[in-house]
């Protein structure tokens, strides 16, 4: 069965007060399903904003894409989500993953740990949030029963097992840590993450969402000249094989929602995320897929 779509649009612009509250009604207008909300230093907190954008709109859920749980604790995790669930009024999403800047750690005054350590982290975090949340002796207790949805994001193969296994929602980033930063993956890369997870989930009894963050969206009739300033930060790829990118939504406002219907169609993804720069740009998309 094909999932509808469903858009979201991540805030990674900080703003605060009347600023805030205008951006969330005018993703509102535009369409969106889902205001989301990251987690790094330097930019907006996550559960605050979250309830100021419920209080602001009526129709899109809340989610955090993503908390980076090492830094959380997640028992004082568990409460910051019921209470947020709660003064939403139950439009809360929750997005987890590893997390991954190095400058962040250092900026907080810890230690940057293994791959290995902070997806483990990750995994315990999933368990105690679930048990702590779905626990009907715990309070505050979200709205939502026995706890809101959960999205798990990234690439490795732990991760994808982890969505796998408890994730409403698996987010794929589209992009692998090496040596000299974050690599794009390329569609063929994109195609085997995914082949990897459907592996992992094969014994589910219900398929989950795909998201997947779309890190560029331009309507254009040049979709060549379009990508022109990305090629030094691309040098590993040709201009062909940057406007094949999976995650480069160029072109005409038809050919973008071509694109789109061709990853739900090849790949699975229904549930594209956009930054809250181009969320202006996703708009005519939005509309043209709507109810597609």
Do not use: K
């Amino acid at each position: 069965m094909t999932r509808p779509f469903r858009f979201s649009v991540s805030m990674v612009t900080p703003d605060l007060g009347a600023a805030w509250r205008a951006r969330c009604v005018r993703a509102e207008e535009l369409g969106y399903d889902v205001i989301q909300v990251p987690d790094h230093l330097g930019m907006t907190g996550p559960f605050p904003a979250l309830v100021a954008a419920a209080e602001a709109t009526e129709r899109p859920r809340l989610g955090t894409f993503v908390l980076n749980t090492v830094f959380w604790n997640p028992a004082l995790l568990a409460r910051e989500i019921a209470t947020t669930d709660a003064l939403t009024g139950g439009r809360l999403e929750i997005g987890l993953g590893a997390g991954y800047v190095r400058e962040e750690y250092e900026r907080a005054g810890l230690g940057f740990p293994s791959p290995g350590a902070r997806v483990g982290h990750l995994a315990r975090t999933v368990t105690e949030l679930t048990r702590l949340l779905a626990d009907e002796t715990w309070h505050p207790r979200p709205v939502q029963r026995p706890f809101p949805p959960l999205l798990i994001g990234g690439n490795g193969d732990r991760v994808l097992r982890l969505a796998a296994e408890h994730a409403q929602t698996v987010a794929f980033t589209g992009a692998r840590m090496t040596e000299d930063g974050l690599r794009v993956l390329n569609a063929r890369e994109l195609a085997a993450r995914v082949a990897a997870y459907e592996g992992f989930a094969a014994r589910r009894s219900s398929p989950a969402e795909r998201n997947l963050l779309l890190q560029m969206v331009t309507v254009t009739t040049d979709r060549r000249a379009a990508v022109r300033n990305l090629l030094p930060h691309l040098p590993h790829l040709s201009v062909d094989e940057v406007l094949e990118l999976p995650l480069l939504a160029l072109g005409t406002v038809g050919q973008i929602a071509d694109q789109l219907r061709e990853l739900r169609e090849r790949l699975g993804f229904s549930h594209f995320t956009v930054l809250d720069p181009y969320m202006e740009a996703l708009g005519p998309v939005i509309e043209e897929l709507r109810g597609g």
